[in-house]
């Protein structure tokens, strides 16, 4: 079991910066791929950013492709998104997962772990 604790959320004007961290606890983290989702109100469930186990992969959707960044850091167990250049868009919650598998995938089906997600609200 893996329990997945997202933080740094909340309200930021557009074009600014959110760091998001996602800790872990339960396995071992590193064997774990992580991927970040989101879902804004009325829409589905939406891959942003996932990095693989031990951070030799990363993988955006195009709507955040050079605006995101994910990282690990399996020292202290935790994986971060930071957001640049926020815009409306942008708002939704966000969930962090975990994948036992190692690799990146985007379907959330495939992940075996999740966080209870966090509030990211932009506004003009």
């Known amino acids: 079991q893996v329990h997945l604790v997202e933080s740094g959320g909340g309200l930021v004007q557009t074009g600014g910066s959110l760091r998001l961290s996602c800790a872990a606890s339960?396995?071992?983290?590193?064997?774990?791929?992580m991927g970040w989702f989101r879902q804004a109100p009325g829409k589905e469930l939406e891959f942003v950013a996932a990095?693989?186990?031990?951070?030799?992969?990363?993988y955006y959707a195009d709507s955040v492709k050079g605006r995101f960044a994910i990282s690990r850091n399996d020292g202290r167990d935790t994986v971060y998104l930071q957001m640049n250049n926020l815009n409306l868009e942008d708002t939704a919650v966000y969930y962090c997962?975990?994948?036992?598998?190692?690799?990146?995938?985007?379907?959330?089906?495939?992940?075996?772990?999740w966080g209870q997600g966090i509030q990211v609200t932009v506004s003009s």
């Open positions: 339960g396995r071992t983290f590193s064997n774990y791929a």
């Open positions: 990095i693989s186990s031990c951070g030799g992969s990363t």
């Open positions: 997962a975990a994948d036992r598998e190692g690799y990146i995938v985007i379907t959330p089906s495939h992940y075996n772990y």
